[in-house]
C-alpha cells in the first residue's frame, strides 16, 4: 500500500540558541512576546527599536537583552545581520518587514515577520514548557487561535513536575549508556520506568526512590526475552485505535502489518520501529502465513518486541488464533489486543444497524472465500434465514455467486442487501439494493476492496449521521 503524506511546507525543528545572536526588530508587545521566549534559551538578544514597552524596558534593565535605538531599515539591518542565527520582524510596518524579510533570506537568515507566514522563512509555534520539555504545536500559520486552543490542552494534561522527570531521565543518561550499551535496551528500560511506578517518583521529586526503581528494571530487563503484540487496528479511521494499541504501537520495536492497515494508521507507528509489511490479497501473498508465523518467532527470540499489527479485529477472519497457537508452540510470550471490527465499524458508519429488534435477532459472520474449484462450501441452510443479519467478509469477488446462492436457499430475491467499500474512511461509498440488484450496483459503480456486504431487513433502517 502506497504512504500517505498531507503536505505542508513547514518543517519542525528545535535551534540550540544558547549563545546565538538573534535580532528582534521593534519595540512594542508583539516583538516583547518573542524577546520572552528566547531568553530562557540564553540567546544573546538584540533588539532594534527607538522606544521600547515598559516590558521590553525591564528586560533590557535586567541585561536579559541589549537595546539598539535605532529604526529598523534595510541599512541597519544590513550592517547588523552578519552573526545572527535569526530574526524577528515585529515593526508595526507590514510592508517594511516584508522588505527587511526578503533581506534576511537573500543572506539565507531564518527570519520570522509575525504574523505574515507569507514573507517568512520560519513560523514560531505555540508552545508548552516544562522544564526541559517541550511541546510546540503548529497549523503552518493558517489557523493560530486553533494552534493556541490546541497548546492550552495541551497544558491541562502535562503534569507540573515533568521538568523534575527530565532532569532525573537527563542527570541518569550517561551512567545507564555506559551500563546498558545496547541503544534497543535502554529504550526498553526507560519505557518500562515511565509506564511504571519510576516515572510519578521521579516527578515528584523522591530521586532516591526513583533510582532505586530504575536499577531494578536494569536487573531485570537485561534478562527479559522478546514478545509478540497481537494488535486489532481497526477497520481504517484512526480514531476508532484503542488507547492499549496506540501505546503498544509506540512502544514496539518493528511492526509486521496487513494489507488492510492504511497508511494514517501506522503514522502512529514509533518513527524508528522497522515496518514489515505482509499483507496479503486474492493470489498475491507478500509473505505466506507459515512464512509471517517464523518470522515473529525469529523477531521475538532476537528479543525484539514485535507488533503484529493486523485491520478489523485479529480474532475476526484475520488468521489471529494460528499466529497465536504458533507462539505457543515456540514458547513465546504474547499479548492481544481486540480492534473495532470491520463489521462493527462499517455498519456503524454506514449507518446501518447490526441487530435490530423487530427484524433481527442474530448477526452472522461469514467469510466470502471459495474452494480452489471457485465454489462456495458454506452451511447455506443456516445462513439464509430471515431473522438474522448476514456480514460477508471478502464477498466481493464471488458477490454474484453469493446472493444467487441466498436466493436459492430460500431468501426472497427482493431481500435488502448493502455493499460498504472503504468504510470509516473519508473515501466510504454505501450502496443499497436488493439481493437481485446489489451484484449490478457493485459492477456498476466499479466497487472494489477493501469492502463489506450486508444482508438483511436491518439494511432498510439505514440511517446516515451527520460528519463529524
Same mark, same amino acid.
Given at each position: 500500500?502506497?504512504?500517505?503524506?498531507?503536505?505542508?511546507?513547514?518543517?519542525? @525543528?528545535?535551534?540550540?540558541?544558547?549563545?546565538?545572536?538573534?535580532?528582534?526588530?521593534?519595540?512594542?508587545?508583539?516583538?516583547?512576546?518573542? #524577546?520572552?521566549?528566547?531568553?530562557?534559551?540564553?540567546? !544573546?538578544?538584540?533588539?532594534?527599536?527607538?522606544?521600547?514597552?515598559?516590558?521590553?524596558?525591564?528586560?533590557?534593565?535586567?541585561?536579559?537583552?541589549?537595546?539598539?535605538?535605532?529604526?529598523?531599515?534595510?541599512?541597519?539591518?544590513?550592517?547588523?545581520?552578519?552573526?545572527?542565527?535569526?530574526?524577528?520582524?515585529?515593526?508595526?510596518?507590514?510592508?517594511?518587514?516584508?522588505?527587511?524579510?526578503?533581506?534576511?533570506?537573500?543572506?539565507?537568515?531564518?527570519?520570522?515577520?509575525?504574523?505574515?507566514?507569507?514573507?517568512?522563512? +520560519?513560523?514560531?509555534?505555540?508552545?508548552?514548557?516544562?522544564?526541559?520539555?517541550?511541546?510546540?504545536?503548529?497549523?503552518?500559520?493558517?489557523?493560530? #487561535?486553533?494552534?493556541?486552543?490546541?497548546?492550552?490542552?495541551?497544558?491541562? @494534561?502535562?503534569?507540573?513536575?515533568?521538568?523534575?522527570?527530565?532532569?532525573?531521565?537527563?542527570?541518569?543518561?550517561?551512567?545507564?549508556?555506559?551500563?546498558?550499551?545496547?541503544?534497543?535496551?535502554?529504550?526498553?528500560?526507560?519505557?518500562?520506568?515511565?509506564?511504571?511506578?519510576?516515572?510519578?517518583?521521579?516527578?515528584?521529586?523522591?530521586?532516591?526512590?526513583?533510582?532505586?526503581?530504575?536499577?531494578?528494571?536494569?536487573?531485570?530487563?537485561?534478562?527479559?526475552?522478546?514478545?509478540?503484540?497481537?494488535?486489532?487496528?481497526?477497520?481504517?479511521?484512526?480514531?476508532?485505535?484503542?488507547?492499549?494499541?496506540?501505546?503498544?504501537?509506540?512502544?514496539?520495536?518493528?511492526?509486521? $502489518?496487513?494489507? *488492510?492497515?492504511?497508511?494514517?494508521?501506522?503514522?502512529?507507528?514509533?518513527?524508528?520501529?522497522?515496518?514489515?509489511?505482509?499483507?496479503?490479497?486474492?493470489?498475491?501473498?507478500?509473505?505466506?502465513?507459515?512464512?509471517?508465523?517464523?518470522?515473529?518467532?525469529?523477531?521475538?527470540?532476537?528479543?525484539?518486541?514485535?507488533?503484529?499489527?493486523?485491520?478489523?479485529?485479529? +480474532?475476526?477472519?484475520?488468521?489471529?488464533?494460528?499466529?497465536?497457537?504458533?507462539?505457543?508452540?515456540?514458547? @513465546?510470550?504474547?499479548?492481544?489486543?481486540?480492534?473495532?471490527?470491520?463489521?462493527?465499524?462499517?455498519?456503524? $458508519?454506514?449507518?446501518?444497524?447490526?441487530?435490530?429488534?423487530?427484524?433481527?435477532?442474530?448477526?452472522?459472520?461469514?467469510?466470502?472465500?471459495?474452494?480452489?474449484?471457485?465454489?462456495?462450501?458454506?452451511?447455506?441452510?443456516?445462513?439464509?434465514?430471515?431473522?438474522?443479519?448476514?456480514?460477508? $467478509?471478502?464477498? !466481493?469477488?464471488?458477490?454474484?455467486?453469493?446472493?444467487?446462492?441466498?436466493?436459492?436457499?430460500?431468501?426472497?430475491?427482493?431481500?435488502?442487501?448493502?455493499?460498504?467499500?472503504?468504510?470509516?474512511?473519508?473515501?466510504?461509498?454505501?450502496?443499497?439494493?436488493?439481493?437481485?440488484? *446489489?451484484?449490478?450496483?457493485?459492477?456498476?459503480?466499479?466497487?472494489?476492496?477493501?469492502?463489506?456486504?450486508?444482508?438483511?431487513?436491518?439494511?432498510?433502517?439505514? #440511517?446516515?449521521?451527520?460528519?463529524?
Amino acid at each position: 500500500m502506497k504512504a500517505s503524506f498531507e503536505r505542508t511546507s513547514w518543517f519542525p @525543528i528545535m535551534l540550540r540558541l544558547e549563545g546565538a545572536r538573534v535580532l528582534v526588530a521593534g519595540g512594542g508587545n508583539v516583538a516583547a512576546n518573542k #524577546v520572552q521566549l528566547l531568553v530562557p534559551t540564553g540567546a !544573546l538578544v538584540d533588539i532594534l527599536a527607538p522606544t521600547l514597552s515598559p516590558e521590553l524596558e525591564r528586560l533590557v534593565a535586567d541585561g536579559k537583552a541589549r537595546l539598539i535605538r535605532e529604526e529598523a531599515s534595510v541599512k541597519t539591518l544590513t550592517s547588523l545581520l552578519p552573526g545572527c542565527r535569526m530574526v524577528y520582524l515585529a515593526t508595526s510596518n507590514r510592508a517594511l518587514n516584508a522588505e527587511l524579510s526578503a533581506l534576511c533570506q537573500s543572506m539565507n537568515i531564518p527570519v520570522c515577520a509575525v504574523d505574515d507566514p507569507e514573507v517568512s522563512s +520560519f513560523i514560531t509555534p505555540a508552545m508548552t514548557t516544562r522544564g526541559a520539555v517541550q511541546i510546540a504545536v503548529s497549523t503552518g500559520g493558517a489557523a493560530p #487561535v486553533l494552534a493556541r486552543r490546541l497548546r492550552a490542552k495541551i497544558e491541562e @494534561i502535562m503534569p507540573a513536575g515533568l521538568h523534575r522527570l527530565a532532569a532525573f531521565m537527563q542527570h541518569s543518561r550517561t551512567a545507564l549508556r555506559t551500563q546498558v550499551p545496547d541503544s534497543a535496551l535502554r529504550r526498553r528500560i526507560w519505557e518500562h520506568f515511565l509506564d511504571g511506578t519510576g516515572g510519578p517518583l521521579a516527578m515528584s521529586g523522591d530521586t532516591q526512590a526513583a533510582q532505586q526503581e530504575l536499577e531494578r528494571i536494569v536487573r531485570e530487563d537485561q534478562r527479559r526475552t522478546g514478545e509478540v503484540w497481537l494488535v486489532g487496528a481497526g477497520p481504517g479511521d484512526p480514531d476508532l485505535l484503542t488507547l492499549a494499541a496506540l501505546r503498544l504501537m509506540q512502544d514496539a520495536d518493528s511492526v509486521l $502489518y496487513d494489507n *488492510l492497515v492504511g497508511p494514517d494508521i501506522l503514522n502512529f507507528v514509533r518513527r524508528d520501529a522497522e515496518r514489515v509489511f505482509v499483507g496479503k490479497q486474492t493470489n498475491n501473498h507478500t509473505l505466506p502465513q507459515d512464512g509471517i508465523n517464523a518470522e515473529l518467532i525469529r523477531r521475538a527470540k532476537e528479543g525484539e518486541r514485535v507488533l503484529r499489527l493486523k485491520g478489523g479485529d485479529p +480474532f475476526i477472519f484475520g488468521r489471529g488464533g494460528e499466529e497465536i497457537e504458533a507462539l505457543v508452540d515456540a514458547g @513465546i510470550p504474547f499479548r492481544i489486543i481486540p480492534g473495532i471490527s470491520a463489521a462493527n465499524g462499517c455498519a456503524a $458508519y454506514a449507518g446501518i444497524p447490526l441487530t435490530h429488534r423487530d427484524c433481527a435477532q442474530a448477526c452472522l459472520f461469514i467469510t466470502g472465500h471459495a474452494r480452489a474449484d471457485g465454489t462456495l462450501n458454506l452451511a447455506w441452510e443456516t445462513i439464509a434465514l430471515r431473522s438474522q443479519t448476514i456480514v460477508i $467478509y471478502m464477498g !466481493l469477488t464471488l458477490i454474484h455467486q453469493l446472493c444467487a446462492r441466498l436466493v436459492e436457499h430460500g431468501l426472497p430475491a427482493d431481500w435488502p442487501a448493502a455493499v460498504v467499500e472503504r468504510g470509516t474512511l473519508p473515501q466510504q461509498r454505501v450502496f443499497s439494493g436488493t439481493l437481485s440488484t *446489489l451484484p449490478q450496483q457493485v459492477t456498476d459503480n466499479k466497487v472494489s476492496s477493501p469492502a463489506l456486504v450486508i444482508v438483511g431487513e436491518v439494511v432498510r433502517h439505514r #440511517v446516515i449521521s451527520s460528519p463529524l
